[in-house]
C-alpha cells in the first residue's frame, strides 16, 4: 500500500520532469523511439533528403496522374506506402550483412573435410532472425502491412481512374450522338 508520504513525493518529482521545453529538444525526442520508420508519422525521418522526398512525390504524383480530389488522395496514399516500404530493404540488408560477416569468419575456421552450410537467402535470413527476433519479425510485419496498404490505395486508385474514363468516354459518346 502507498503512504500519503510516497504519494505526496511523486506529485512533487512529477512537477520537475516536463520534459523537453526547447523547439530542439522537442524536435529530438519526438524521434526517440523511432526504431525502423516504418510507422514514423513524418514523411522524411532523420537520415532521409527532402529534396530526394519531393522529387519522388512529383514523379509519382506525375505517374498516378490523378484527376480530382478523391485521385489525389488515393494517390498520396500509394505515395506514403511506396516511400515508406523503401525503408524495409535497407534494414533488412543491415540484419543479413552481420550474418554474412560471421559466416565468413566461421569458414576461415573450417577444417578440410568440414560442411559448410548452403548460402542462400533462406539461410541468411533465419541467421538474422534467430539473432533479432523480435526486430527482424516487427520489421516484416510492417513492411506486410506497408505493402498491403499500397496495393489496396493503388487498386482503388486505378478503379476509380477506370471509372473516371468510362464516364468520360460514355459523355464523349452522347455529344458526338447529339451532333449527328
Same mark, same amino acid.
Given at each position: ?49 527532402? /529534396?530526394?522526398? #519531393? !522529387?519522388?512525390?512529383? =514523379? ?7 484527376? +480530382?480530389? $478523391?485521385? &489525389? *488522395? ?30 565468413? /569468419?566461421?569458414? #576461415? !575456421?573450417?577444417?578440410? =573435410? ?7 537467402? +533462406?539461410? $541468411?535470413? &533465419? *541467421? ?34 477506370? !471509372? ?17
Amino acid at each position: 500500500m502507498v503512504s500519503e508520504k510516497q504519494i505526496a513525493a511523486n506529485r512533487l518529482n512529477a512537477q520537475k520532469s516536463t520534459g523537453p521545453r526547447t523547439t530542439r529538444g522537442k524536435a529530438k525526442s519526438s524521434a526517440n523511439a523511432l526504431k525502423h520508420g516504418l510507422t514514423a508519422e513524418r514523411a522524411v525521418v532523420r537520415g532521409e533528403d527532402p /529534396e530526394e522526398y #519531393r !522529387e519522388f512525390v512529383q =514523379g509519382m504524383f506525375a505517374a498516378l496522374d490523378p484527376q +480530382d480530389a $478523391m485521385e &489525389a *488522395e488515393l494517390a498520396g496514399q500509394v505515395i506514403s506506402f511506396a516511400w515508406r516500404l523503401r525503408r524495409a530493404a535497407p534494414y533488412e540488408a543491415c540484419l543479413v550483412g552481420p550474418v554474412l560477416a560471421r559466416r565468413e /569468419e566461421r569458414e #576461415r !575456421e573450417l577444417k578440410v =573435410g568440414d560442411e559448410v552450410p548452403p548460402l542462400n537467402g +533462406d539461410w $541468411m535470413i &533465419a *541467421e538474422a532472425i534467430s539473432e533479432l527476433p523480435d526486430f527482424f519479425g516487427s520489421v516484416d510485419r510492417h513492411e506486410t502491412h506497408l505493402e498491403r496498404g499500397y496495393y489496396q490505395a493503388l487498386n482503388a486508385l486505378d478503379r476509380r481512374q477506370k !471509372e473516371r474514363r468510362e464516364r468520360e468516354a460514355e459523355e464523349r459518346r452522347r455529344a458526338q450522338g447529339a451532333q449527328n
